[in-house]
């Protein structure tokens, strides 16, 4: 079973960057021929939408309103994801979540909240 921390969150104000944290522990997830993780973002009264997806190669996939501002990045050897966010905008005030799946991270599946089986419990990110 593979443990999810997310952490970073907090207020900042528009234009401003905070980059959140995912830490990965217990099963190692090396075990699985596709494994993806991603950040998935929630805003009251909203459904859980994709943000940003990343393979154990380092492949992304960005959803359309993310590119250029955010970053996905994977340290392997901390078992810990990052999502760098820059300029941000008050409609990005959310609760992100870092999720993990045995999935072939492609476009077409890993901005999808189905697809995973792990969930943190979320960071709240609010701007101002």
């Known amino acids: 079973h593979v443990q999810l921390v997310e952490s970073g969150g907090g207020s900042v104000q528009a234009g401003g960057t905070l980059r959140l944290s995912c830490a990965a522990s217990?099963?190692?997830?090396?075990?699985?021929?596709?494994?993806?993780m991603a950040w998935f973002r929630q805003a009251p009264g909203k459904e859980r939408d994709g943000v940003a997806a990343?393979?154990?190669?380092?492949?992304?996939t960005y959803a359309d309103s993310e590119k250029g501002r955010f970053t996905i990045s994977l340290d392997v050897a901390k078992n810990t994801v990052y999502l760098q966010m820059n300029s941000l905008k008050p409609e990005d005030t959310a609760v992100y979540y870092c999720?993990?799946?045995?999935?072939?991270?492609?476009?077409?599946?890993?901005?999808?909240?189905?697809?995973?089986?792990?969930w943190g419990r979320g960071t709240q990110v609010t701007v101002s």
């Open positions: 990343i393979d154990n190669d380092g492949s992304t």
């Open positions: 999720a993990g799946g045995s999935i072939y991270c492609n476009a077409d599946r890993s901005l999808l909240p189905s697809n995973y089986n792990y």
């Open positions: 217990g099963q190692s997830y090396s075990r699985y021929d596709d494994w993806c």
